[in-house]
């Protein structure tokens, strides 16, 4: 089965640094998104990507975050200045439906790249 | 308020057991969502559904749109079935992936 694929798994940084967290969509999918889980908390949407600009975002999707799709395949969120409460499971996701037309559509998510701020 | 409940938060089944998760929201959604969440955090999407029932191997997933509730059923549990559940909607209107998620159900299956 086709998976969307996420890099780095872990990633350690000081606060104030900027950090670039990396998403390889399934390749003919449209509809992308980013979402955070905070240790113990839910996951929580940050914003979804279509047609190289953003469709909706969070409260949480601040001026320091920023998505980026720099070529045909790879989907990125910037943490210009990374804060402590930054300090969580970032997990991207994909699908080739924006409203489930689809019946058997799913979204598709990656494997998560877990970001400690120190 | 939670806009998406779920219940239990936590459950422990022997192995074999008939399993139940529940769910409950409180917007108007265009679809709700079941996942499973891994012990190490990946996420796999169970099922997509706005209406009825649907089926997947021994998961089951129903939806009441007018009660606003979902549910969850796993027959015949297996440790491996161990993992989180977790419910989330999307908001009418929104895109497929805005979602709102709920805390998520700890599922423990003893053999």
New interface residues.
Partial sequence: EPEVTQTPSHQVTQMGQEVILRCVPISNHL?F?W?R?ILG?????LV?F?NNEI??K?EIFDDQFSVERPDGSNFTLKIRSTKLEDSA?Y?C?S?D????EA??????????T?LSVL | KNEVEQSPQNLTAQEGEFITINCSYSVGISALHWLQQHPGGGIVSLFMLSSGKKKHGRLIATINIQEKHSSLHITASHPRDSAVYICAVSNYGGSQGNLIFGKGTKLSVKP
């Fill in positions: 509809y998104y979402y889980q908390q839910k996951v929580e949407f979804s279509y469709s909706e969070s499971m997990f996701a699908s439906q924006n409203r489930g019946t058997n559509e799913k979204l598709f998510f990656g494997s998560g877990q």
